[in-house]
């Protein structure tokens, strides 16, 4: 595995380079309709990224009038690693520079084994990715962990759905293993990111993306930048109380959002339903398989069972509390949904929307989209590559 060592000297050259990412192949003369450079700067520019190597040229593009301009491009050679570690599962995927993904695998792993354990999966999905022909090495990689990172250091803080992981140094560790620079943030900005990127939120530069799993996280995009706060930890809206003296949740307190409606509480609502008899089609579901889970409800309200379409309507319409006032806080222009739990669709989405535009002030609702994230798992790991490259593409 190598190191990439070239990164831009400047703002400019780290301004075309992630435009390069975003937009693909691009003349000099498209380039210098999207930056703030005379035509000799932007030339002067160009050429030291391509002596870099990080940029190459991509033969002639077509004519504007006059003298052909010629067409670059990212470096076809250079290849990020994302990573997506969930509370059940771990997602791997290379992609190019422009964050296509060129191969992906996706693995159970239960992330309560603990960063030992988690890493040498991980290691060993990169190095299948890498021996498959896909990748010589990584020019560097993002991860992304389901709890609170303190994001400059790359270290994730008393995560309460990942015990053994309170500070442990995973940008420093995968980095030495890897022999790449590492970074490393919390699964739902990545997924936030991997939307804007790809997916639904291609056009919205103020937005939330909430990710409804194992936990509930919320990633916040400002003026298309993830905003994080102050120590890392802005987005933790699992933990905001829905329910006055409800049901005690890991974090220690009570009535959180994720302890009423997440993978795990739904799994745990379900099983109650089944052994109280409410449900004739989850009891059928435990008897096969010994267990419940957020797919069984998701099967069995397609399937038109009456209490998993009740709990999906409850855990949807206390979501929608909480993003209620979220929306009427930040008023953002876009509300997307992702995670595992959004197998329920659209039961659950109804749901959701109903509580915010009855909650929410009509000039913040008016004309608010909320909607499914389009990525799926592909999210995550898009926004990891994503992450990376913004680091590698500026200036050193």
């Excluded at 870099?52 to 593009?61: I, R, S």
């Excluded at 409410?278 to 209490?307: C, F, I, M, Y």
Aim: glycine share 14%; aromatic share 4%.
């Amino acid at each position: 595995m190598r190191r990439m060592t070239a990164r831009p000297a400047n703002a400019h050259q780290a301004r075309l380079l992630k435009l390069l990412r975003d937009g693909g192949p691009s003349s000099r003369a498209q380039l210098g309709d999207r930056v703030e450079l005379s035509r000799s700067k932007l030339a002067v520019e160009v050429d030291r990224l391509l002596e870099t190597g990080l940029v190459v040229a991509d033969g002639l593009a077509a004519s504007r009038g006059g003298r052909r301009s010629h067409n670059v491009r990212l470096a076809p050679s250079l290849r990020f690693l994302g990573v997506d570690i969930g509370a059940t599962s771990v997602d791997v995927a290379v992609t190019n520079a422009e964050l296509e993904v060129l191969g992906h695998l996706t693995q159970p792993m239960d992330v309560r084994e603990g960063p030992v354990a988690v890493f040498e999966r991980v290691l060993a999905m990169a190095e299948k990715l890498r021996a498959s022909g896909l990748a010589e090495g990584f020019d560097g990689a993002g991860i992304g962990v389901p709890g609170p990172v303190r994001f400059p250091e790359g270290v994730p803080v008393a995560p309460p759905i990942m015990p053994g992981w309170d500070g442990f140094p995973v940008r420093e560790a995968l980095s030495q293993e890897l022999g790449c620079p590492v970074m490393v943030d919390n699964d739902v900005n990545l997924m936030a990111m991997g939307e804007q990127h790809a997916g639904v939120a291609r056009s919205v530069g103020d937005f939330l993306c909430i990710k409804i799993g194992t936990g509930i996280g919320c990633g916040i995009v400002v003026g298309g930048e993830v905003h994080r706060g102050t120590t890392g930890s802005a987005g933790d809206i699992g933990h905001i109380q829905a329910v006055p003296d409800g049901r005690p949740c890991a974090c220690g307190n009570r009535g959180c959002l994720e302890a009423h409606f997440s993978g795990a509480a739904l799994a745990r609502d379900a099983l109650e339903a089944a052994q109280q008899g409410r449900s004739p089609e989850l009891a059928a579901r435990l008897e096969a398989n010994g267990r419940l889970t957020a797919e069984d409800v998701a099967a069995a309200a397609a399937a038109g069972d009456p209490a998993s379409i009740d709990l999906i309507r409850q855990g949807g319409a206390r979501t929608g509390q909480v993003i209620a006032g979220l929306v009427s806080f930040f008023n953002p222009g876009l509300v997307v949904i992702g995670g595992g739990v959004t197998g329920l669709g659209h039961t659950l989405l109804a749901a959701i929307r109903t509580q915010v535009y009855r909650q929410s002030l009509p000039l913040a609702t008016g004309n608010l989209p909320i909607v499914l994230g389009e990525l799926g798992p592909k999210a995550g790991v898009i926004g990891a590559a994503r992450l990376i490259s913004d680091h590698l593409f500026s200036p050193a």
